[in-house]
């Protein structure tokens, strides 16, 4: 069987390798890619991110792949965020009051409380709170996060985890899945989230 084409955007911005090596390690054929021609054609597309949500936006559109995220987002092909990846999609950040967001997914992104220690760098478990392929498997599972700011709770989180309250962990809509953790730095329970997503390519 050939391995699904997974595009994973490349804008320059951390560590996008490691993503992509997570995503072969599942079966797929995952490219880092700023070409809009392979994105085209590619079975599913990743949109990873680290550091911060101003930058990494800047990065993207100078690169020109935010109207391809969008495009792909919007394709019905299976999308995935991961991270400031996910943070993207929303309608902007408090942490870049000035910079608009790609505004796929209605709600903010705000800072973790003061309550609690800002970045959450930790292992914390999930808590599916609505069925999706997405989570098969993973209801409790332990994953890793490195974050200090936080989408909103709207109808489209599918997972929660608790720090200083409930908080977004994964979002779902449609073709469009996203995680405030980072699955290609979780484990087996990541890789398993990753094998969800390559799942849906077949």
């Known amino acids: 069987m050939t391995e699904p084409l997974?595009?994973?955007?490349d804008y320059g911005i951390g560590n996008l390798r490691s993503a992509q090596k997570g995503l072969e390690h599942v079966g797929a054929d995952a490219r880092l890619t700023a070409d809009p021609a392979v994105v085209d054609v590619a079975a599913?597309?990743?949109?990873?991110?680290?550091?911060?949500?101003?930058?990494c936006l800047e990065e993207l559109r100078l690169c020109g792949l935010d109207e391809v995220a969008l495009e792909a987002a919007t394709s019905g092909r299976p999308f995935l965020?991961?991270?400031?990846?996910?943070?993207m999609l929303y309608e902007g950040s408090d942490e870049s009051p000035g910079t608009e967001?790609?505004?796929?997914?209605?709600?903010r992104i705000r800072a973790l409380p003061d309550s609690v220690r800002r970045p959450q760098m930790q292992?914390?478990?999930?808590?599916?709170?609505?069925?999706?392929?997405?989570?098969?498997?993973?209801d409790d599972a332990w994953v890793y996060f490195v974050h200090s700011f936080v989408a909103d709770l709207t109808d489209d989180v599918v997972a929660t985890c608790s720090y200083g309250g409930a908080m977004t962990a994964a979002v779902a809509r449609d073709n469009v899945?996203?995680?405030q953790f980072h699955p290609e730095k979780s484990?087996?329970?990541?890789?398993?989230?990753?094998?969800?997503?390559?799942?849906?390519?077949?």
């Open 101 to 107: 967001g790609l505004g796929l997914l209605g709600g």
């Open 177 to 179: 899945w996203a995680t």
């Open 187 to 202: 484990g087996a329970n990541g890789l398993r989230l990753l094998s969800n997503f390559v799942a849906t390519l077949r």
């Open 123 to 138: 292992w914390n478990r999930l808590e599916v709170i609505r069925d999706t392929p997405m989570l098969d498997g993973l």
């Open 6 to 9: 997974v595009a994973v955007l």
């Open 44 to 55: 599913g597309v990743v949109l990873p991110g680290v550091g911060a949500y101003g930058r």
């Open 81 to 87: 965020g991961i991270c400031i990846g996910m943070q």
